[in-house]
């Protein structure tokens, strides 16, 4: 009996998922799914040379089609806010898993990309930035955690000095309960549309999806439970800032 239940438990666990279903700009909402291009399935993305990891929707979790035509204006220097959810519809009143659930350990990230059109669909080759990222502090508390917290949302500040123009903003999330082997990391990511004003002439520096991570980088193949981690490597580039 026991057997079964420590199964059905991992089960469960397995099946709770997140997605990033909302942008907020200066505290305020800018509408359930408005502007951001959300799969049909709340599943992750595990292979990091994939091109689903750019924002989501191959396989699976493709996109809901006709992809989003909003485009959401903000200015360099507004506060923004991702909001995440474990599905489309949850909430966390009557959902424990919602935003994720609470074991899905893990890092908190937001990369730009400047875009000629942000309703773009050739997402191959674009050059990313990263702006944000959130690991594990010096308490050993996650991302994830403050996440679950503040009932899925997560603030980040848009750096004033980038160009202004349109861009692909990537929210991701990776969970690190079964990430002690390749592949077994669950990359969580989508993408929002924005035009951006008011900015700078900042050149960051770039990576590529798929290409900023590698199977074997620390924060990506990582033990969670044993030994207990004292400190862990977010994976990808260092945080731009002007």
């Known amino acids: 009996m026991k057997i079964v239940l420590v199964t059905c438990s991992l089960l469960t666990a397995a099946s709770a998922h997140t997605i990033f279903t909302q942008l907020w700009v200066n505290g ?11 799969p049909t399935y709340d599943g992750p993305i595990t292979d990091v040379t994939s091109e689903n990891v750019i924002c989501n929707g191959g396989g ?22 991702a909001e995440w959810h474990h599905t489309l519809e949850s909430k966390p009143e009557t959902d424990k898993s919602d935003p994720i659930d609470p074991g899905h350990l ?69 969970a690190l309960h079964g990430a002690g082997s390749y592949p077994g990391a669950q990359l969580y990511m989508e993408c929002a549309q924005i035009n951006v004003t008011g900015g700078g002439s900042a050149s960051p520096a770039t990576v590529s999806f798929p290409g900023a991570y590698k199977g074997a980088d620390p924060g990506i193949k990582f033990q969670l439970y044993w030994p207990k981690p004292t400190s862990y490597k977010i994976p990808g580039p260092p945080v731009f800032t002007c």
């Open 60 to 81: 699976i979790n493709a996109l809901r089609t006709p992809l989003p035509k909003d485009i959401i204006n903000v200015k360099a220097g507004d506060k923004l806010t």
């Open 106 to 174: 893990g890092p908190i990230m937001v990369y730009l990309a400047k875009v000629d059109d942000a309703l773009t669909t050739k997402l191959t080759g674009l050059k990313w930035f990263k702006i944000y990222e959130d690991g594990m502090d010096a308490n050993g508390e996650w991302a994830v955690t403050r996440l679950y917290n503040k009932k899925g949302l997560v603030d980040f500040p848009l750096p004033p000095c980038i160009q202004s123009g349109q861009y692909l903003l990537r929210a991701e999330l990776i």
């Open 28 to 38: 305020v909402a800018q509408g359930h799914t408005k502007g951001i291009r959300v």
